[in-house]
Every structure is written in structure tokens, then in C-alpha cells.
């Protein structure tokens, strides 16, 4: 059974950094693709990062490229995402997702691409 446990937002001035974790179970980063989603308050939830490990391939919105950072420890089965100088836009619930990282090298970008999902953490950025 896969599970993932997002944890790591909390509230933080707009510049600040904040490194959420999604702690998987289940599966392994090996064989597997990750991605970060967002969602806040009357909108749709928004693609922001992905990696496939086995082709060490990472991919982020345009919003946040430069800022945010894919990483992760295969011995503890954890990904991060490190996000700097942040922004009240990235006010959100973040989602961490998992799949099969399948044949190609593309990061999938939309929910539907992703099998299981975490129950989400809370990021607040304030002005």
C-alpha cells in the first residue's frame, strides 16, 4: 500500500524559505516519478514541480523556477521541496503525488498523470 505524508508548511513572511517533505511509503524513488502540486482557495490545483528519478529529469512552473528547489533521499524514501523567497501567490495547500515513472523522460505535469496523493500541507506567505 503507498501512502505519503506531506509535512513542512506552516506561515512565513513574503522572502522567507520553507522546506516541505513528503515522506513516501510503499514505493521507492528509484523506480518512480514525484510531483508538487498547489492549490488555494477557489482555484485549481496548479502542477509546480516533478522529478523522475531514474532519468534524473526535474521540472518546474514557470512561477517558481529559480526559486524552488526537487530533491530527495533514497535511503529515507523523501522528497523535498525547498522553497525560497517566497511569495504571497504561493499561498496554497501543496500536495505531494506519486507514480510509476514510466518509459519517458517527460515530467508529468497534470494530476491525472499521478496515482496517489498525500493529504496535503498548508503554506501561508505574508506580506
Known amino acids: 500500500q503507498v501512502r505519503l505524508v506531506e509535512s513542512g508548511g506552516g506561515l512565513v513572511q513574503t522572502g522567507g524559505s520553507l522546506r516541505l517533505s513528503c515522506a513516501a511509503s510503499g514505493l521507492t524513488l528509484s523506480s518512480s516519478g514525484f510531483g508538487w502540486f498547489r492549490q488555494a482557495p477557489g482555484m485549481e490545483r496548479e502542477f509546480v514541480a516533478g522529478?523522475?528519478?531514474?532519468?534524473?529529469?526535474?521540472a518546474f512552473t514557470d512561477s517558481v523556477s529559480g526559486r524552488f528547489i526537487i530533491s530527495g533521499d533514497n535511503a529515507k524514501n523523501i522528497v523535498y521541496l525547498q522553497m525560497n523567497n517566497l511569495k504571497p501567490e504561493d499561498t496554497a495547500v501543496y500536495y505531494c503525488?506519486?507514480?510509476?515513472?514510466?518509459?519517458?523522460?517527460?515530467?508529468?505535469?497534470?494530476?491525472?498523470?499521478?496515482?496517489?496523493w498525500g493529504q496535503g500541507t498548508q503554506v501561508i506567505v505574508s506580506s
Open positions: 503525488a506519486a507514480g510509476s515513472a514510466g518509459a519517458t523522460v517527460r515530467v508529468q505535469r497534470t494530476p491525472g498523470s499521478y496515482d496517489y
Open positions: 522529478i523522475k528519478w531514474p532519468f534524473s529529469r526535474a
